[in-house]
C-alpha cells in the first residue's frame, strides 16, 4: 500500500531556534499534503492544506509566519517551525492524498522545545 | 465550524467482547471516515464510508453511515488485545478525496485479556 513517511520522528530543539519537519510519499505523487497537530490524547487539529507548487492554505487561527510549508514537489511537503517555543512542543502528523482515494498518514514526528 | 463529538471517551473491556463507538456531527457530512492510531504513530484508516446508510464490514469492524448523514457509529466485535488504541471517526463534508476532514476526540480502548 501506499507509504508517506516523516522525517525525523521525534526532535528536541532550544527555544528560539527552527526545526524543518519532512513528509515525504515514498511510492506515488501527492497532489494534495495536510498538516495536523496533535496534543496528548486530544484530537487532530487540520494546520493546513498544501498543494504542490502553491501557497499553503492555513486554517483560522494557524500563524503563517510560525509555521512555514513549502509543498516544492510531488512527493514532498515540509513544516518549518520557526522560533519555536516550548508551547510549540506536541505531536506533528501529515497525510498525502493522491486524488481519488483517501490520504495517507505519515507515522508523526514528536517536536520537544525545550 | 463544523464539530463532531464523540463517545465513549473511553472503554475498559474484557477480552472477547463487542465494542461500540459513535459519532455524531452539528452538520451535514459526505463521507465518513473510521481511523485506529496506536501510541507514537500516525492515525491508520480502519472503515471508509460514502454512502448515507452504508454497511461496511472489515474483518471484525462494521461501521455504518447515518442515515440523517450526521452520524455514524463503529462496532468491534470479539476484541482481542490488539484492538488497544485510539479509535478517531473523520468527516468530510466536501465531494472530493481530498478535502479536509474533521476528526471527533477519539475513544481510548483498554482491552484486559
Known amino acids: 500500500g501506499a507509504v508517506v513517511s516523516q522525517h525525523p520522528s521525534r526532535v528536541i530543539c532550544k527555544s528560539g531556534t527552527s526545526v524543518k519537519i519532512e513528509c515525504r510519499s515514498l511510492?506515488?505523487?501527492?497532489?494534495?499534503m495536510f498538516w495536523y497537530r496533535q496534543f496528548p490524547k486530544q484530537s487532530l487539529m487540520l494546520m493546513a492544506t498544501?498543494?504542490?507548487?502553491?501557497?499553503?492554505?492555513?486554517e483560522q487561527g494557524v500563524e503563517k509566519d510560525k509555521f512555514l510549508i513549502n509543498h516544492a514537489s510531488l512527493t514532498l511537503s515540509t513544516l518549518t517551525v520557526t522560533s519555536a517555543h516550548p508551547e510549540d512542543s506536541s505531536f506533528y502528523i501529515c497525510s498525502a492524498s493522491l486524488g481519488g482515494t483517501e490520504a495517507f498518514f505519515g507515522q508523526g514526528t514528536r517536536l520537544t522545545v525545550v | 465550524g463544523q464539530q463532531l463529538n464523540q463517545s465513549p471517551q473511553s472503554m475498559f473491556i474484557q477480552e472477547g467482547e463487542d465494542v461500540s463507538m459513535n459519532c455524531t456531527s452539528s452538520?451535514?457530512?459526505?463521507?465518513w471516515l473510521w481511523y485506529k492510531q496506536d501510541p507514537g504513530e500516525g492515525p491508520v484508516l480502519l472503515i471508509a464510508l460514502y454512502k448515507a446508510g452504508e454497511l461496511t464490514s472489515n474483518g471484525r469492524l462494521t461501521a455504518q453511515f447515518g442515515i440523517t448523514r450526521k452520524d455514524s457509529f463503529l462496532n468491534i466485535s470479539a476484541s482481542i488485545p490488539s484492538d488497544v488504541g485510539i479509535y478517531f471517526c473523520a468527516g468530510r463534508a466536501g465531494g472530493t478525496s481530498y478535502g479536509k476532514l474533521t476528526f471527533g476526540q477519539g475513544t481510548i480502548l483498554t482491552v484486559h485479556p
Open positions: 452538520s451535514i457530512f459526505n463521507t
Open positions: 511510492d506515488f505523487q501527492a497532489t494534495t
Open positions: 498544501s498543494n504542490e507548487g502553491s501557497k499553503a492554505t492555513y
